[in-house]
């Protein structure tokens, strides 16, 4: 049976193309044009390329309007980094453009950016794959990039960007580079502006807080294909918006980076979440951590408490804890500690019988496991208090 | 007395089912082969072993060890409940005791097996505190395990599915599994046969091929029920040559199997009395007695009937009985409601179970001794492993096979030797199938690039570049690579003809709850607009079949029809590749295009299948090309002249039809497949070869093998069927023969001794 494989998948190809049923062409497949690649060079060129190596081309592109921000602790951006300060020098920012966004050892990474911060500002350097068989000369010059720097900036990484190039580095039998500290500004991102801007893509980012809006820019999704077409039919406008599009990713980032260095060491930031800001400074800094949050609860923000709270008690303020605890939200948790001030605090046993019931009610109608726990204690709580009340008592 | 010997006996001597019985076989009790522990067994294993009482090894599990201690590929072909685990957990577990890099995987064909195998494990690994660290990867393992068990799990447990949709694309992320992978071990290995072992097969080479780019060779070790040819099938789904342990060393017990053929209502047009009534009346009696009872249906609406029938039957005994419960169990429940079932099994608050063949696969459910199987399940090893579910106790278990009026069913219930005998059917697959080779290229592309002259099973130039073609792989620097954004395992089914299966909804007052599946080509045929859908005992109408966005919603109601389409087929043959039989009687094997159209369908009363009605079905036809092979009647040939000796064409028509409806349904027990995997037409003139034709075909697109396979059995094909015609009562053809005619009764009269001297003249000529 295997002998006649080729003759019944040629009979297949045949009558599908009859048929009129040939699928949509996607665009990554024959080279169809075997004298482009004098076009492709000079196209190259003209977009400031220049030959690294085989089928590996480089550019640089200085970007003279942004700002080298701030030396900072990297504790604020990554838990492995606590107590290590890093200079905007120190720091490399990357960007990878894949040919899938699923995943899987299938997709590999066409092209890459690095901005750096030098004595004539920033600077950014792209490495791009011209086709597959450049791979390994293009991911060992991306490696040299990457281990020169003490951390490496990105946006979403560390799910992402760092474990597809360390993929694809096994997959081509080059040695693991030595892990730099990995910044992700998506994790901070999230955190402050999560609620605030409608998504937290680094272009929402840009557009939301550092009031910027990029022009001609090429929809990540769209991205894969520009490149298939490039190696189906050659240089076309898309392939350079994508050029342009991971340029500006990195210098989006740089920008960003300036903006957190500075409102992290001020405990200000434009538009954020004053909770969630207050939630990176405590990595590196609790009493300031706990100054935004008391400016946030003189504004009237009383979610701020609990997490005020827990800041108090890790700082040994206990007195200025308890003083919190009326201004708790009215919920199961909020109402289990006011029982306990009232009766602790204020001597005032009815309160705190008060406080214990609702507590207790609350609690035992809520599905979460935590709050089970908490039924029970506020249930003891209130037998404790019922029996101390008891005229017989 | 057991309870099972009371029953055998009373059974026997009652006139009313004694005098159907047509065969009793006594399988006497069996004792063990033993071999000594290997002397140079780790200590660590030993102990475990000792701790789980087992001093001393089987015939077959000794074989084994030798087998995989000599770095060799094997199949060990055991029945039920014969240790056939230690057939593979000794030997991994010495080798992961002895090197710490060492890693295993295996395979089951369902995620309940899994389940078991990982207490099984458990207990071993406990007992013998060796350090082995078992771990199940599948769909349901969270998301904060998954990297444990593929940075630590020295086994790894999965299913084909998840080897191929989610370990497989993402390899780089089990780099020291794949280095370290000495044993892949493939259990059940009977399940992959047809569609599901083709894409097997292909899935294995991925596997191969990813460990071998990261230095490794592991060794296959295979587990199957009996079949005819285990080594073959091993060393299909291998692709390398595989050798068998077919000694089994094991015990058994004593068993009771019972021939049942229902007893005949009218000679003269065949008709017999439901097997499914008589397996249910056989199953009351059992459970009556207290004796724990599975019957297994054909179809899932019998189990729900059956099922049903049953628990009404005991809810209106008012006696010690009334607490009997029973319960359906078939393919398309939700898992949650079998694990229930299982649970209830276990515990003993279930009496009895109505199955599918969804409980072939070894799912243990324990202490059952009875099994009535109502039709025959498709293949010797579904009958062992079915008649096997009984009896896994010391004691006298017994296995009723109650037959169907089908020709397939006659003809086996008056030859038990063909079950009792050693000719096990062969399981077939073709990995080679073009459209699932095709399939299984993309994802391989997608793991690994190929380079210039690599072997996929066969060459994969062609396929290569036909995905080239595409656009979806790119040819540059030698290698072949994957180039296009898709996730290709992520569209591919292993299980079914389409991945694009129908869920069926239940809008019945704004429920909105799935209560199924099914793939597309059946949901055509089965759940059109205002079908009749029957789901654990309850009807539903269909409402609306959407195939667009494949989901198809039912309300809830009471009928008391139920539905069946009324099917037009178109064929044309692609080619002609080879030639079987001589030129006076010869059969083409080639490829066809089949164009299928449900256009109207019947409504047909339960129990009488009166039609009380007909609709029409709008739906767009199913088209595919796959292996066929056509038996042909050239003109001035003998058979031909048969042929024209029925007077006009109506009459040749239900000669015609009589000969494929007979051979169709006789040629699964050749083939071991299932009914509706073969599909079948007739032509008068056949607009491609220009005479009468008979056409069977391989229902699964671009085949399994089944025509191929057909081709040097007609001879034997022919026989059996001369046989089972000549030997039925009726007159013209009923449905255990030729079938019946559904036109004028008059073209019908005496087309059984025409078909009779034509069937003889196709046995002369194919006699190999
Ligand atoms: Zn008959």
Sequence with gaps: MPNDLRSRLKRIRESSATAGQARPMNPGGKARCEDGAPARSEWLERHGWARLGDQVWERRVECPGIHAGATMDAGYLSARGRGSLVAPEDIVFFDLETTGLSGGTGTIAFLSAFGSFGRHGYSVRQIFLEDYPGEPLFLEASGDELSRFKAVASYNGASFDLPLYKARRTMNGLPPVAPALSLDLLHAARRLWRGVLPDCSLSSVERGVLGVRRTDDLPGSEVPDAWFRFLATGPHPELALAMDHNQADVAGLASLYGLLSAGLAAGRLRKADPRGLASLIARVDLGRAARVLERSLRTGDAGAVPELMRLYWKLGRRDERLALIPLLPDDARGLYLKSIHAERVLGDAQSATRFAESAAKLAGSSEKACDAVLARRADRRLRRLEQLLAPDA | ?768
């Excluded at chain 2, 497989?168 to 399940?191: C, Q, T």
């Excluded at chain 2, 065949?270 to 724990?292: H, M, N, P, T, Y």
């Excluded at chain 2, 290698?479 to 239940?506: C, H, M």
């Design chain 2, 1 to 768: 007395m057991s309870a099972v010997t009371d029953f055998l006996d009373d059974f026997l001597a009652d006139p009313e089912f004694g005098p159907s019985v047509g065969h009793v076989e006594r399988l006497p009790p069996r004792d063990a082969v033993w071999a000594d522990l290997p002397a140079d067994l780790p200590d660590g294993i030993r102990r475990a072993l000792a701790a789980r009482g087992v001093e001393r090894l089987y015939s077959h599990q000794a074989q084994s060890l030798a087998l995989a201690r000599a770095g060799r590929d094997f199949v060990v072909v055991t029945p039920t409940a014969s240790g056939k685990t230690l057939c593979y957990n000794l030997p991994v577990a010495e080798t992961l005791v002895q090197d710490p890099d060492a890693r295993a995987l295996y395979l089951f064909p369902t995620k309940a097996l899994s389940q078991d195998q990982q207490a099984e494990l458990n207990a071993l690994v406990t007992s013998g505190n060796l350090p082995i660290k078992a771990a199940t990867y599948d769909g349901d393992t969270p998301q904060s395990v998954r990297a444990s068990a593929r940075d630590t799990g020295r086994i790894v447990i999965t299913n084909p599915d998840m080897l191929h949709s989610g370990v497989l694309p993402n390899h780089a992320k089990w780099i020291s599994f794949f280095a370290g992978l000495r044993y892949v071990v493939v259990d059940e290995m009977h399940a992959y046969r047809g569609v599901f072992g083709s894409h097997v097969a292909n899935v294995l080479r991925r596997l191969l091929r990813v460990a071998a780019f990261y230095g490794s060779s592991p060794r296959l070790i295979f587990c199957s029920a009996t079949i005819g040819n285990p080594a073959e099938l091993a060393g299909l789904l291998a692709g390398r040559p595989v050798e068998a342990v077919t000694e089994n060393g094991a015990p058994s017990s004593e068993k009771a199997v019972l021939f049942y053929n229902p007893p005949l209502l009218d000679p003269v047009q065949g008709i017999r009395k439901s097997s499914a009534l008589q397996s249910r009346s056989i199953a009351a009696r059992l459970l009556e007695r207290g004796v724990r009872t599975i019957l297994f249906a054909r179809s899932r609406v019998r189990v729900e009937l059956i099922a049903s029938y049953l628990n009404e039957h005991f809810r209106n005994l008012y006696t010690e009985n009334s607490g009997v419960r029973v319960e359906p169990y078939r393919s398309g429940l939700l898992p949650t409601e079998r694990r229930e079932i299982e649970r209830g099994l276990r515990e003993g608050t279930v009496h009895g179970v109505v199955s599918t063949n969804a409980l072939e696969l070894g799912i243990d459910i324990g202490g059952l001794d009875a099994a009535v199987i109502a039709g025959w399940p498709g293949g010797l090893a579904s009958f062992w492993q079915q008649a096997g579910r009984a009896g896994r106790r010391r004691d006298l278990s017994v296995a009723v096979y109650v037959a169907t009026g089908s020709p397939l069913d006659q003809y086996l219930i008056n030859h038990p030797e063909r079950v009792f005998g050693k000719g096990a059917e062969n399981a077939r697959i073709d990995p080679y199938n073009p459209y699932i080779y095709l399939d299984h290229l993309k994802c391989a592309a997608f793991e690994l690039p190929f380079r210039d002259g690599e072997k996929f099973g066969d060459d994969p130039s062609e396929g290569l570049s036909m995905l080239e073609d595409e656009g979806i792989v790119r040819h540059t620097g030698g290698r072949w690579f994957w180039a296009s954004q898709g996730y290709p395992a992520e569209k591919l089914s292993l299980r079914s003809a389409t991945s694009d299966n129908i869920v069926i909804v239940d809008a019945t007052e704004g429920r909105n709850a799935v209560i199924g599946e099914m793939d597309r080509p059946s949901a055509k045929e089965l759940i059109f607009d205002d079908a009749v859908y029957i789901h654990r005992g309850r009807q539903y109408i269909v409402l609306k079949l959407d195939l667009e966005n494949r989901i198809c919603t039912v309300e809830e109601r009471d009928v008391n029809y139920y539905t069946d389409a009324v099917v037009k087929t178109d064929l044309k043959v692609l080619c002609e590749d080879q030639r079987f039989g001589p030129d006076s009687a010869p059969a083409v094997l080639g490829d066809i295009l089949v164009r299928s159209q449900a256009e109207k369908f019947k409504k047909l009363r339960f129990h009488s299948h009166e039609n009380v009605g007909y609709g029409e079905i709008y739906l767009p036809p199913e088209e595919m090309q796959t292996r066929a092979l056509a038996i042909l009647f050239p003109e001035g040939s003998r058979a031909a002249d048969v042929l024209d000796s029925a007077s006009n064409d109506m009459r040749k028509a239900a000669l015609l039809s009589g000969l494929l409806q007979l051979m169709k349904s006789l040629a699964p027990v050749q083939l071991l497949c299932d009914a509706a995997d073969l599909g079948g037409a007739w032509r008068l003139r056949d607009d491609h070869y220009g005479v009468p034709a008979l056409y069977l075909w391989d229902r699964y697109p671009g085949g399994t093998g089944l025509a191929e396979a057909l081709g040097p059995m007609l001879g034997s094909l022919a026989r059996a069927a001369s046989e089972r015609a000549s030997t039925c009562d009726c007159e013209d053809g009923c449905p255990s023969c030729l079938g019946v005619y559904d036109g004028n009764p008059d073209f019908a009269r005496g087309r059984k001794k025409t078909a009779l001297s034509a069937l003889k003249i196709l046995a002369d000529a194919w006699r190999a």
